[in-house]
Each structure stands twice: as structure tokens, then as C-alpha cells.
Nanobody
């Protein structure tokens, strides 16, 4: 079991930046991946980014490519999501999630593969 806690959300003006953190506790495994998702009320969770726990592999949703960057610090058991050039449409609750990767890295965009989820952190971007 892995426990995840997100932090770093807040209110920012359009064009601004935020850095989200996802701190993990409990046992982690080299095959784990961490995904970032976001959700607004009444809508389905949307894939944002994913990063391998041990291998330098990342992927991003088209909507955030060039603006968001996922990274990790294994010594701190923490992954990050640097969000730049934020726009109002980025407003959502952001979640990190952990999964043992079975198959191709492309499956990391599917929220159904993730077993462990954080509590979420609110990101609000004003126009």
C-alpha cells in the first residue's frame, strides 16, 4: 500500500504558475508509476501527466504539453507537477495516483489502473 498526499494548490491568475507536490509514504516499488489527473464537478477525471517512479519516462495530455512538467525526487518519495502558463480551463481538483505498471506506458492515461489516490488539491486560475 502507498499513501499519497497532494499539496501546492491555490489561486493564481492566468499566466501564472504553481508547483504541485505528491508525497508518498509506505512501500513503493520500482515498477510503480505516478499519474496526475484533474476533475471538475460533474465531469469525468481527466488525465494530465504520468511519470515512472524509477525510469526517466513521462507523458502528458495534449492540453498541457509544453506547459506542465512532471518530475520526481525518489530520495524524498515525492513527485511534482510544475504548471506554467496556467489558464482558467486548468481550474480543477488535481489528484496524484500510484499504480503498478502492467503493460505499455501508454496505459497510464487510464485512471482505472491506479490503485492508490491522494486526497486532491484545488487549483483555481482566475482570468
Amino acid at each position: 500500500q502507498v499513501q499519497l498526499v497532494e499539496s501546492g494548490g491555490g489561486l493564481v491568475q492566468a499566466g501564472g504558475s504553481l508547483r504541485l507536490s505528491c508525497a508518498a509514504s509506505g512501500r513503493t516499488f520500482s515498477r510503480y508509476v505516478v499519474g496526475w489527473f484533474r476533475q471538475v464537478p460533474g465531469k469525468e477525471r481527466e488525465f494530465v501527466a504520468a511519470i515512472s517512479w524509477s525510469v526517466d519516462i513521462t507523458r502528458y495530455a495534449d492540453s498541457v504539453k509544453g506547459r506542465f512538467t512532471a518530475s520526481r525526487d525518489n530520495a524524498k518519495n515525492t513527485v511534482y507537477l510544475q504548471m506554467n502558463s496556467l489558464q482558467p480551463e486548468d481550474t480543477a481538483v488535481y489528484y496524484c495516483a500510484a499504480a503498478q505498471l502492467i503493460g505499455d506506458f501508454s496505459v497510464t492515461s487510464n485512471y482505472n489502473i491506479y490503485q492508490n489516490w491522494g486526497q486532491g488539491t484545488q487549483v483555481t486560475v482566475s482570468s
